[in-house]
């Protein structure tokens, strides 16, 4: 089935678009925001494809059209994905080239010229400076979908001039049914889905990328034991670590430690993020104060802030890793 058939979720998002084309008023740009995997790309390509639609926006794509058919294949000529060719940086020439140099350029069927902006983050401010002179003063049929997962790193006057929409995170039960199609294990279907937090991309590359489910079995295996590992053990951890995983096993440091907390205040078992964990959670809850807990997650956020400033990687978490030990064995 077309991935424009399975959007899933964010009925309130597809709801604002549909109230904007009744009322005549959808804006010029949007920044669709949200971690990776959650399903920017899908949302926007959908939405991008119902508002060409020649049947209206109302039923969403309707798949028939000659307008949804060069949609659903991506050989829509109003519809541009905005690529970048390495994986760190959207420069500015590919901004000038794919879009400042063809705006101008009116639609060839429908109402509206639609610029998909993958990874808008990645605009250092002279790219986003020259984009904004775009938005600013866009031609009547322009419109501007700028996708991010961490729109604070685009510049206050974009953000001005966009419209922001939070990908909405998919209930439980949707990540497992969609899980479940894939005849993944049962216990993996469950940790996965609770540890994806409503972010099906994630919970997929979890139950199907080996190496994504290595990193997040090592991660729960040193945090199960963290106040037992030894500064060699630490050291090994970290050292094999990539900066780009780094921002992963810190989001599982934060849903472990969030779930020592509940089961420290007793806020019950069905809402943990590793459930089958409970015996180590309820150990450590009664090994910790609440002082205690509130200075790692004080560390855990310092982590976040050194890693954003590109202090080496290893450097962060052997550091992290020592003082949430202190803290356990405290």
């Not at 501007?144 to 790193?153: G, Q, R, S």
Request: hydrophobic share 40%; aromatic share 6%; net charge negative.
């Amino acid at each position: 089935m077309s991935e424009l058939k399975q959007i899933l979720g964010n009925k309130q998002n597809i709801e604002h678009f549909r109230e904007a084309v009744r009322k005549g008023k959808v804006s010029h740009a949007y920044i669709i925001d949200g971690p990776e995997g959650i399903g920017k790309k899908t949302f926007a390509g959908y939405i991008a494809a119902a508002l060409l639609c020649e049947k209206g926006i109302e039923e969403g794509p309707c798949m028939t059209c000659p307008s949804c058919v060069k949609a659903d294949t991506h050989n829509h000529p109003d519809i541009i994905w905005v690529e970048h060719e390495k994986p760190t940086v959207l420069s500015i020439d590919e901004i000038r080239r794919q879009v400042i140099d063809t705006v101008d350029i009116i639609p060839f069927y429908g109402p509206f010229k639609i610029y998909i902006i993958k990874d808008a983050q990645l605009l250092n401010d002279n790219g986003q400076n020259a984009l904004l002179k775009t938005l600013e003063e866009p031609p009547e049929y322009a419109l501007f979908f700028l996708l991010t997962d961490n729109c604070d790193k685009l510049l206050d006057t974009v953000r001005s001039r966009c419209i922001k929409l939070r990908i909405e995170p998919l209930p439980k039960e949707v990540i497992i049914r969609e899980l479940e199609k894939e005849g993944a294990e049962k216990a993996l279907v469950e940790e996965n889905a609770g540890i994806s937090k409503g972010n099906l991309g994630l919970a997929k590359r979890l139950t199907d990328d080996e190496e994504k489910a290595a990193l997040k079995n090592e991660t729960i295996k040193a945090l199960k034991n963290m106040s037992n590992l030894d500064a060699l053990e630490i050291f090994q951890f970290s050292a094999d670590l990539e900066r780009e995983d780094g921002a992963e096993v810190l989001s599982y440091m934060r849903m472990w430690y969030r779930d020592v907390a509940m089961v420290k205040n007793q806020a019950g078992s069905g809402r943990l993020y590793f459930e089958k964990e409970k015996a180590v959670l309820k150990r450590q809850a009664d090994q910790i104060t609440p002082e205690g807990l509130g200075r790692i997650f004080d560390a855990i956020a310092e982590a976040g802030i050194r890693l954003d400033t590109f202090v080496k990687c290893e450097a962060v978490f052997e550091a992290l890793f020592l003082k949430i030990r202190e803290e356990l064995r405290n």
